[in-house]
């Protein structure tokens, strides 16, 4: 990928913060970029894979966080799990 080519698409979408594990973004082989806000006081456990849980995680993200993939992106499903279920998740996923 030509990191000066500018992205070609870009979409919001909002997850509801769960006590059980939720899929944040699914996989996608064309993910450039994906950014998610933790826009809640609970923590959320994200997952760069299946199964995000409490002890299973790949990053914990305190309430009114961002989180953004490291390039290149992580083409994978991203998962996750909040430890109380109050607010959401904004995902942005750039292809």
Same mark, same amino acid.
């Given at each position: 990928?030509?990191?000066?080519?500018? @992205? /070609? +698409?870009?979409? %919001?979408? %909002? @997850?509801?913060?769960?006590?059980? @594990? %939720? +899929?944040?973004?699914?996989?996608?082989? #064309?993910?450039?970029?994906?950014? %998610?806000?933790? &826009?809640?006081?609970?923590?959320?456990?994200?997952? !760069?894979?299946?199964? /995000?849980?409490?002890?299973?995680?790949?990053? *914990?993200?305190? =309430?009114?966080?961002?989180? !953004?993939?490291?390039?290149? /992106?992580?083409? =994978? *499903?991203?998962? =996750? *799990?909040? &430890?109380?279920?109050? =607010?959401? #998740?904004? @995902?942005? !996923?750039? /292809?």
């Amino acid at each position: 990928m030509d990191l000066r080519s500018p @992205v /070609a +698409t870009a979409a %919001v979408t %909002v @997850v509801t913060a769960s006590i059980t @594990v %939720v +899929t944040l973004a699914a996989a996608n082989a #064309a993910r450039t970029g994906l950014s %998610v806000y933790n &826009d809640s006081t609970a923590q959320l456990y994200l997952k !760069e894979g299946l199964g /995000a849980s409490l002890t299973n995680f790949t990053v *914990i993200m305190p =309430g009114k966080a961002l989180y !953004e993939t490291p390039f290149p /992106a992580y083409p =994978g *499903i991203v998962t =996750g *799990i909040w &430890d109380s279920a109050t =607010g959401s #998740a904004k @995902v942005t !996923e750039r /292809a």
